[in-house]
C-alpha cells in the first residue's frame, strides 16, 4: 500500500551555482560523487540526487529538522542504469519502526532542472506512529 509520496524539483543554473566542494562532502556518498563527477555535466547528476534526498525526506514526512541527514539517504545506480535508494542510520530506523517496505524512484532531468519523486510503500497503519 502507498503510503507516502515525496517530490522535489531543483533548478539547474541556481543549484550549480550553489554547488561547492564543501556541499558535496556534506550531502553526497563517495559512489553517488563517484559517479556524477565522472558525468559530462556533473552538477545534473548533483541536483537530481539532491532531489531525490529531498523527496525522500517528504515522503517519510520526516527531514533534517527531525535529526536525519543528508548521508541517510543514498542514490544508487545499477549496471543496467536502474536508479534505487538505501536508507541507512536515523532514516532507516524511522522506515523501518514505520512498517515501510518498499522505495520506489524515478529521476529526471531537461536543461533547466532536475525532478525526483519517491513513492513509500508499507503498512499503513504503522506509518506516522513512530520516529
Given amino acids: 500500500m502507498v503510503i507516502g509520496i515525496g517530490i522535489d524539483i531543483v533548478d539547474l543554473d541556481e543549484f550549480r551555482d550553489r554547488l561547492t566542494d564543501d556541499l558535496v562532502r556534506e550531502v553526497f556518498l563517495p559512489a553517488e560523487i ?74 529526471a532531468h531537461s536543461k533547466r532542472s532536475a525532478v525526483a519523486v519517491v513513492v513509500v510503500e508499507g503498512a499503513a497503519q504503522s506509518f506516522g506512529q513512530g520516529g
Wanted: no cysteine; proline share 3%; net charge positive.
Fill in 34 to 107: 563517484e559517479y556524477a563527477s565522472s558525468q559530462a555535466r556533473p552538477w545534473e547528476q548533483y541536483a537530481a540526487r539532491f532531489a531525490a534526498k529531498e523527496a525522500v525526506f517528504k515522503a517519510l514526512g520526516d527531514g533534517l529538522a527531525q535529526g536525519l541527514t543528508w548521508k541517510d539517504v543514498e542514490v544508487l545506480r545499477g549496471p543496467t542504469g536502474k536508479i534505487s535508494l538505501r536508507l541507512a542510520g536515523r532514516a532507516l530506523g524511522m522506515a523501518e519502526g514505520r512498517g515501510l517496505t518498499t522505495l520506489r524512484l524515478s529521476i
